[in-house]
């Protein structure tokens, strides 16, 4: 993206050194060493676009402008080898955000300040290096959702911009920093841009033409198809007709299919379209992950039907399928995975705001360990009102925007598990009693999660002696001192919980707590 078309000031002093950038005025530059240089900072959205901050400019009450200046290679003066000028703003404008990018090319930035007196050249660079569409590092770098401005298929009633935009906002509460949408109007996806959201859309030249201009990379082919009749061999066909438009349009994007879901007839849809050649004509592995109430669905002892503990079953199912015609090493994401409030119908049985809190935290996690790249949560706003419409009770905030207990316990997921990596199976745990230790990077403290989603648990665990804290999935939190020896103990259950301690955390012995009324319901602590 580029700046409005390029400003000239009038010149200061009657010529200006030789070595020019492409485009450049005849505006004078200072001596060295007679202004600070601008420190400029970036913060990078998805794999195709790079906002740029320079609002902590010490000087900026004495600047008529600044300008934006790229290159190749490092550069300390605007005037060396390669500069190019990208944008020129006025002094009250500290922002901006640079699309499209291309993963993976490294570029350098440097933001100069202009004066009454001229240009000071010096800058102050900063480099960035997109990553891939998919790339993964911490656990934050996996989560997404699906978010449709103007409403999905299910939506009846038209919503106005100010109810879009204040979702919008609340969604940049959120963890989530990518949205999966089938369209990609640049007018709307520079208002997720502002807020440091980036974006995937679907297959088709409009698409195309718009994901180019606006850095956007990850393409779905479509979306369940054994759902609409087509078979396996026949996808595949299709599927590779788009891969090669969407090359040819963007050649580094990357194209998922065949999004279809975990039961058995999408299990036999996938082994057809393996069968009929696919593999070399898709990028990236997408299932949409719902669990069922049937009994081809397999659950830990005591576990209600629709608990995400039964992916570890049925994404076995899925890699085997994979690894039988060599694919095993494609990356997978799921662009759907939730549940719906609605509790007639509904999918996976009995179902409760606290419950459905508890199994989107737990399903992320798992779908984490299990190695996927990204997990697009569906979905974010109710579709609608009505309470025995199972597609209109999806979202995190209800219709009327009003926060569920969902949106909460993923703001603390987030908070708690977004900046770390995953540092292996908590010791202890067992087929019903689950627990992963996580690592901060950053601070190289663990925070462990635990959950038993059959039933509430008294826990004793054993840790590095000193101090554990304790948080609740919705955020409430206590501290606890450990013994001598490191051990301590504390309840949890069907809500996970997260340990934070300087040394991973075991579980030593673990028993079930009889007195205990409605076992996955939860407190809620309001941010």
Not at 64 to 86: H, M, N, Q, W
Not at 105 to 117: I, S, W
Not at 249 to 254: D, E, G, M, Q, Y
Not at 498 to 525: C, F, H, M, N, W
């Amino acid at each position: 993206h580029q700046s409005e078309p390029l400003q000239t000031l009038p010149p200061k002093l009657p010529s200006h050194p030789p070595g020019l950038p492409a485009g450049a005025d005849t505006t004078a530059l200072l001596p060295e060493n007679q202004r600070p240089e601008v420190a400029l900072r970036g913060n990078g959205i998805g794999s195709g676009a790079l906002k740029l901050d320079w609002s902590g400019f010490g000087s900026a009450s004495q600047v008529e402008k600044f300008r934006l200046y790229r290159s190749d290679a490092p550069f300390t003066k605007i005037t060396d080898p390669g500069v190019e000028r990208i944008g020129n703003f006025p002094a009250e404008v500290t922002k901006f955000t640079v699309y499209p990018l291309t993963p993976g090319e490294k570029k350098y930035y440097g933001v100069t300040a202009l004066y009454e007196d001229g240009e000071y050249p010096m800058v102050k660079p900063f480099s960035y290096t997109p990553p891939g569409p998919v790339d993964v590092k911490t656990f934050g770098d996996m989560l997404a959702i699906n978010h449709f401005w103007g409403g999905g298929g299910a939506r009846h009633d038209r919503r106005s911009r100010e109810w879009e935009t204040v979702t919008l906002d609340l969604l940049a509460q959120t963890p989530f920093k990518t949205i999966r949408w089938w369209e990609s109007y640049p007018e709307v996806l520079k208002m997720y841009y502002e807020r440091n959201i980036a974006a995937t859309t679907f297959s088709g030249k409009r698409n195309y033409a718009n994901g180019a201009q606006m850095g956007v990379h990850l393409y779905g082919a479509g979306n369940e198809p054994h759902l609409h009749g087509i078979r396996g061999a026949e996808y595949a066909k299709r599927v590779e007709a788009t891969n090669r438009e969407l090359k040819a349009a963007i050649p580094h994007a990357l194209l998922y299919a065949p999004t279809v879901c975990l039961d058995g007839r999408s299990l036999a849809f996938l082994e057809e379209f393996y069968a009929a050649g696919a593999r070399e004509h898709f990028d990236v592995l997408d299932v949409h992950n719902y669990l069922g109430n049937t009994t081809e669905f397999v659950y830990p002892p005591g576990y209600p039907s629709g608990s995400p503990e039964g992916l570890f079953e049925r994404i076995s199912k899925i890699r085997a399928i994979m690894a039988k015609y060599g694919d095993g090493d494609k990356p997978m994401i799921s662009t759907e995975f939730g549940y719906t409030d609605c509790n007639v119908a509904n999918p996976v049985g009995e179902m409760t705001p606290e419950r459905k809190a508890a199994f989107l935290v737990r399903g992320l996690v798992i779908q984490h360990v299990l190695g996927f790249r990204r997990v697009f949560v569906y979905s974010f706003w109710d579709e609608g009102r009505d309470e025995n419409y199972t597609e209109h009770s999806f979202g995190m905030l209800d219709y009327y925007g009003q926060k569920k207990p969902a949106f909460y316990a993923c703001q603390v997921l987030g908070r708690e598990l977004g900046p770390c990596v995953f540092a292996g199976k908590m010791k202890g745990s067992d087929e019903v009693n689950f627990g992963y230790v996580y690592r901060n990077p950053e601070t190289n403290r663990y925070v462990t999660i635990v959950w038993n989603g059959a039933s509430e648990m008294a826990g004793s665990f054993r840790t590095e002696p000193g101090a554990v804290t304790v948080v609740a999935m919705t955020g409430e939190t206590k501290e606890i001192r450990t013994a001598v020896d490191g051990t301590f103990r504390t309840v949890y259950g069907p809500a996970p919980i997260y340990l934070e301690s300087a040394a991973p955390v075991e579980l030593t012995r673990a028993v079930k707590v009889e007195e205990q009324a409605a076992s996955d319901r939860i407190g809620l602590k309001l941010d």
